[in-house]
């Protein structure tokens, strides 16, 4: 090596040693704790999130998988050809098969009607059967469902055929075995409602031809179960809807259960959101702290340009001292991101019920990347303009710095920021609706706080001397304070929009399925039988719920005009379980159609009759829960017959107004009725709910079967027994599993939005600490002049109190504006919640803003009046 | 050593140029010890950060050794600082995160040369610092600081050194042992020195002292003549 490069190797060792003298002693002194503190929470944040969201993402599409027990199904009315099957094989996907039906059982003493499923020796291809060899007793997972020649039974068939675990039972012409006692099947709640109307049997496939029970024109349910990876399966969905020529295809369990899917779809979007602020907050402070960190080492680097380091060398050593602070930074945000997402998984253990996936790489990955386009975007620019510094301030500190473009930093933050938000959220139109709304807050917030603070001019005159002196100060401020206000107000508003809607979405979700949510159906009731079935519940402590009167009822015209709606043109509408099971329930075995299900599997029966549709109708005094009047008024006992109250959505498509005449047609009769009111309904809360109720009167000659819903424990599900076999001819349609499922869901993704919550919060507190930060040096120089000229502790602690409280109060309010505008978008438009105002937050946002903020500043400068003002100057 | 060509420098404000140093030729020759002296205001600074390189003129030239400062971009300057210039200023200028050894040994090393920490301790025992070579700045006094600052000056083993008012915070004292040891240094490492002081007690120490009036050089005579008159 030649003497020159041998030197040129020793400067650049020695400047890298002196960057890491410097990081050190930085370090010690205290000055890179906050932009370490900044780097360590992104990289934390994004780390546990991803980490967390990953496995528990996973985990959550396993439990979903368990209600299909698949990952994707086929379903329909009747057989698909062979080769679809043999076809999902070839291409490596598992497959099972089941039979749904209705069947009647005998034992030699006893029969009775049960949900008879027959599924394939490969069943269930996700979540587990569990079995047990007595009855109402707890079960283990048992491989595989029942061979040939045997059946499973839920424990109540048992005692209501007077049979045991090894007796034999006749299911059409087969006389089969009792092998064990089902407790829990995955996808209990799949294939309609009609085959969950009674206690199930499980049987073999291979035994369905030896019962004989499958005729034509039967009512079954076929589903084709299938499992493998996300892109095999993708494949052979499209293969599936070419063969089937658009007529099927295959679903997963957003497809095939609406609450489950809207849960999942609201959690992501908040875990997103969350992830998003998190990183863009912690990149807020990462600027801020980079920028005051560069303005304190001017001087660093006019003395060493004084001394020959040419910008190169400058850059080498300020870039060299980022990269080693990210370096280990990254590995501490590992550290943390692991120990937090364990955390959170070990509080979760006990409603996380199945095993969780091992964590892939690419969690980290994504943390150490989003590092160092933190530091690219946030930190670079100011430590860039470092480069730049003019040895001169060795001479003249009052030189200005120069530097690399004002609006260099803003820049290439923001394309930082646009880069983080596309990449997070790979969605190029949530990207763009997110920049220009942040734009246009960001414009419309800096005007308002700018003139703000410029109108403190007139009050802060009429003041006492301690509220003179802050308020001189805050309009000497003015532009710096206008840039902290801005940070503050964005601050806080982030956390009060993901606080409300944390809030709102986990009281959303906790009023869809209360506690006490009713989980049994009762339908098929006639008038004469309600009575004694409430006898029945009271007599063993049972709380019991109202019973509706239901028919079906054809819509003939409103005000004379047939009824035209896109709800008429085999459009899609919103699930309603009342609809789907009263329906069924109606058509029951004797119902001939047989064909591929649709989402809308209720959905009107248009029929031979022309596009009109079929309602399922009722008529009470009482407005059911979950149903809000929105126009018009709900009637008393006293309101006289012929009144209807139409559900929202449903007036709004049809465009019925309060006061219009609707004719009606049931059981042969016509009627016309008047609008009264409009109400919403929560279609969600697995309750009954009803396009149409009647006024009482109205109705009540046509006779009518009774809908009812009941909240039975697992221990009092026997008496399911004895209340069919008193009333033998209703119909009980158990709920409880799927309701239990979607609450665990819940449950789950609830706390996962505790969590990211908190991450969030803990992003914002070091943003305002970073602001508060950024702007001490100032004002340690102002008051220790100040000091020095006499002015006392107790005026110097008032001002300052009074500057950071109206900078805090000042943000407080833009940031509650903000937050309104903000959450009435999210809400409407991403959560498809209903909008409301938080009033509270109007008091609460600005006093968080006041006293947050002056108890941020105040613990910031304090030191300005605790130590001589001739040492505070020195270090300055 | 050090050449000036009509040197001028204006700072533009808000009523116009505003004219700081006005056509200042100076010729120092290697060794020589010069006083740059002048009220406040005068210019002493400007023309010293102007000479050095740590600044550029609105018009005329600086010479350092043959080497046209106005041909120079500023890193060629600062290159050319490394291997010529030392300084010693006011406010003593050491890096607060480093030692008093690490400053001393910080220009060494810039140059590259293995030797900086032997190089660094032999300039503070020199400057009588022996026992405060793992002292931070702020736990030196002002006094000591200005030695350190005067130890690194020349252990880049500088030809020039620009001295901007080094005993101005210091108390008089004080003062007068930094000027000697200042003095001492320059003579033992035949640097040329150039000094900017108000001091006239100080000035006299100088073999030639350059008076500035409003950025105009009023007078450039030696000192012995101006003590013969």
């Not at chain 1, 702290?289 to 003395?303: F, L, P």
């Not at chain 1, 080498?316 to 120990?339: D, E, M, N, R, T």
């Not at chain 2, 240094?185 to 008076?211: F, M, P, Q, S, W």
């Amino acid at each position: 090596m030649s003497d020159a490069a041998l030197t040129h190797k020793r400067s650049f060792l020695s400047l890298f040693r002196l960057s890491l003298t410097l990081l050190w002693r930085d370090w010690a002194g205290g000055e890179l704790k906050l932009l370490f503190l900044a780097l360590v929470m992104a990289v934390t944040s994004v780390t546990g999130i991803a980490l967390f969201t990953d496995r528990l993402e996973q985990a959550l599409l396993l439990e979903s998988a368990n209600m299909l027990a698949a990952d994707r199904v086929l379903s329909g009315r009747q057989e698909v050809p062979r080769q679809w099957i043999t076809e999902a094989a070839s291409q490596g996907l598992q497959t099972a098969e089941t039979i749904s039906f209705t069947s009647m059982v005998f034992s030699d003493t006893a029969n009775l009607l049960v949900s008879a499923k027959a599924v394939s020796s490969s069943y269930p291809l996700r979540g587990e059967l569990i079995a047990a060899d007595e009855p109402f007793i707890r079960g283990i997972p048992v491989e595989g469902g029942p061979v040939p020649g045997e059946v499973w039974l839920e424990s109540r068939v048992l005692p209501a055929l007077d049979i045991d675990v090894g007796d034999s039972i006749y299911v059409g012409e087969a006389e089969l075995r009792v092998g064990k006692v089902l407790v829990v099947e995955p996808d209990r709640q799949q294939g309609g409602m009609v085959d969950n109307a009674g206690p199930r049997l499980m049987l073999n496939l291979a035994d369905v031809p030896v019962t004989n029970v499958i005729q034509p024109g039967s009512r079954v349910s076929y589903r084709y179960l299938f499992a493998g990876d996300e892109d095999t399966l993708d494949v052979y969905g499209a293969w599936l809807q070419e063969q089937s020529e658009g007529q099927s295809r295959l679903r997963d369990v957003r497809d095939e259960s609406e609450e489950v899917s809207d849960a999942l779809n609201k959690a992501e979007s908040f875990l997103l959101l969350g992830s998003l602020f998190a990183v863009l907050l912690a990149g807020v402070a990462i600027a801020l702290t980079a920028k005051r960190y560069s303005e304190r080492h001017y001087d660093y680097v006019a003395i060493l340009k004084t001394l020959g380091c040419t910008s190169n060398q400058i850059s080498v050593i300020y870039i060299s001292i980022q990269i080693v602070l990210a370096a280990i930074a990254i590995v501490v945000g590992w550290f943390a991101g692991w120990i937090i997402h364990h955390l959170i998984l070990q509080i979760l253990s006990s409603i996380i019920v199945v095993d969780l996936p091992p964590a892939s790489f690419q969690p980290f990955i994504i943390g150490s990347l989003t590092a160092f386009i933190c530091l690219l975007s946030f930190a670079l620019p100011p430590l860039l303009a470092l480069r730049h510094t003019s040895p001169l301030r060795v001479l003249r500190k009052d030189i200005d710095q120069t530097k690399i473009g004002a609006h260099v930093p803003y820049i290439v933050g923001i394309t930082g920021s646009v880069f983080l938000i596309l990449w997070y959220s790979q969605d190029l139109v949530l990207t763009s609706v997110l920049v220009l709304s942040v734009a246009a807050i960001t414009l419309f917030l800096s005007v308002v706080s700018y003139l703000l603070l410029r109108s403190s001019s007139s009050v802060g005159m009429k003041a006492g001397s301690a509220w003179k002196l802050a308020m001189s100060a805050t309009r000497r401020r003015r532009k710096q304070n206008v840039l902290q206000v801005l940070v503050f107000s964005i601050t806080i508003m982030s956390l009060l929009v993901l606080t409300l809607l944390r809030t709102d979405l986990i009281d959303d979700w906790q009023a869809q399925l209360p506690e006490n949510t009713p989980n049994h159906f009762l339908m098929n009731v006639t008038q004469s039988q309600v009575e004694g079935i409430q006898n029945f519940f009271d007599e063993n402590g049972i709380e019991q719920n109202i019973f509706y009167p239901m028919f079906a009822a054809r819509l003939n015209s409103i005000n004379g005009e047939p009824p035209r709606s896109r709800f008429f043109d085999g459009e899609e509408e919103r699930g309603n379980i009342t609809e789907r099971g009263a329906q069924q329930a109606e058509q029951g075995d004797a119902d001939d159609a047989v064909g591929q299900e649709s989402a809308s599997e209720g959905s009107d029966s248009t029929g031979s009759r022309g596009r009109r549709p079929t309602r399922q109708i009722t008529w009470t005094d009482i407005l059911p829960p979950d149903n809000q009047v929105i126009a018009g008024q709900w009637w008393d006992a006293n309101t006289p017959a012929g009144m209807v109250s139409v559900e929202a959505d449903y007036a709004r498509q049809l465009g019925i107004n309060i006061g219009d005449e609707i004719e009606f047609e049931a059981n042969q009769q016509t009627f016309t009725v008047a609008v009264q009111s409009i109400r919403t309904v929560r279609w969600d809360n697995m309750q009954p709910n009803f396009y149409f109720i009647f006024s009482s009167g109205t109705l009540d000659h046509l006779g009518a079967t009774y809908l009812s819903t009941v909240l039975m424990e697992q221990e009092q599900k026997i008496l399911l027994n004895d209340l069919l076999r008193l009333f033998p001819t209703i119909i009980v349609i158990e709920i409880d599993a799927l309701i239990e499922q979607i609450q665990n869901i819940i449950a789950q993704v609830t706390s996962a939005i505790e969590l990211i919550s908190i991450l969030v919060l803990a992003c914002g507190a070091l943003v305002l600490l970073s602001c508060v930060n950024a702007t001490l040096d100032e004002r340690f120089r102002e008051n220790a002049i100040l000091r020095t000229l006499g002015a006392g502790r107790k005026l110097i602690l008032t001002s300052l109190l009074i500057e950071f409280a109206s900078i805090g109060f000042i943000a407080g309010i833009i940031a509650t504006v903000g937050a309104e505008g903000s959450l009435y978008y999210l809400q409407e438009f991403v959560f498809e919640q209903d909008f409301h105002m938080h009033y509270w937050v109007w008091i609460a946002g600005p006093l968080i803003g006041m006293v947050v903020i002056a108890m941020l500043g105040i613990n910031s400068t304090r030191r300005v009046v605790n130590v001589s003002p001739l040492n505070v100057l020195r270090q300055l | 050593m050090i050449r000036t060509e009509k040197l001028t420098k204006t700072v533009p404000t808000s009523e116009g140029l505003l004219t700081i140093l006005k056509n200042v030729d100076l010729d120092i020759a290697e060794g020589e010890a010069v006083a740059i002296v002048g009220e406040s205001g005068s210019g002493k600074s400007t023309l010293l950060g102007l000479m050095a390189g740590l600044d550029s003129p609105s018009s005329g030239d600086v010479v350092l050794d043959g080497n046209s400062l106005v041909a120079l971009d500023k890193e060629e300057r600062a290159i050319l600082r490394g291997q010529l210039v030392g300084f010693v200023f006011q406010s003593f200028q050491l890096l607060p995160s480093l030692t008093a050894l690490e400053n001393v040994m910080l220009p060494i090393e810039l140059k590259g040369d293995p030797d900086a920490r032997n190089k660094a301790s032999n300039l503070l025992s020199r400057v009588g610092l022996e026992k405060r070579w793992h002292h931070y700045p702020n736990q030196l006094s002002g006094g000591e600081q200005q030695r350190v600052a005067i130890a690194r000056a020349f252990a880049s083993e500088a030809r020039i050194l620009f001295a901007d008012e080094p005993t101005g915070n210091l108390d008089t004292a004080t003062g007068a042992r930094v000027i000697d040891l200042l003095f001492e240094l320059n003579k033992e490492y035949a640097t040329t020195l150039i000094l900017v002081t108000h001091d006239e007690r100080l000035a006299e120490k100088c073999g030639r002292k350059i008076k500035l009036v409003a950025g105009e050089v009023v007078s450039d005579r030696k000192v012995e003549e101006i003590t013969h008159e």
